[in-house]
């Protein structure tokens, strides 16, 4: 059991940089693979990134090259780190942990769930 919370997002400009970060409690941080989730208004939530109790960190081929997903273990925090925003990034984005660490780019694989936060682009 594990309750997550994000913060950091906002309003930005086309090419600008946000760090999303999410604070857990009430649980072993260090056992969970932690993701982050987005959703668009009128769109089925998209799989962005995750990293493993191992270390090992997947994103989704929208946002590579972008995007940077890390962990603190000892702050029990995990980051997103995103860069050259685009309008089509505009979503909420949610944080969420699993004890998976397979098929993590579906959405159904985590357990649980922030509240999330407003990420919005402008053109």
């Known amino acids: 059991q594990v309750q997550l919370v994000e913060s950091g997002g906002g309003l930005v400009q086309a090419g600008d940089s946000l760090r999303l970060s999410c604070a857990a409690s009430?649980?072993?941080?260090?056992?969970?693979?932690m993701g982050w989730i987005r959703q668009a208004p009128g769109k089925d939530r998209e799989f962005v990134a995750a990293?493993?109790?191992?270390?090992?960190?997947y994103r989704a081929d929208s946002v590579k090259g972008r995007f940077t997903i890390s962990r603190d273990n000892a702050k029990n925090t995990v980051y997103l780190q995103m860069n050259s925003l685009k309008p089509e990034d505009t979503a909420v984005y949610y944080c969420?942990?699993?004890?998976?660490?397979?098929?993590?780019?579906?959405?159904?694989?985590?357990?649980?769930w922030g509240q999330g936060t407003q990420v919005t682009v402008s053109s």
């Open positions: 990293i493993t109790r191992n270390g090992g960190s």
């Open positions: 969420a942990a699993t004890r998976k660490i397979a098929g993590l780019a579906l959405p159904l694989a985590y357990e649980y």
């Open positions: 009430g649980g072993t941080f260090s056992s969970y693979t």
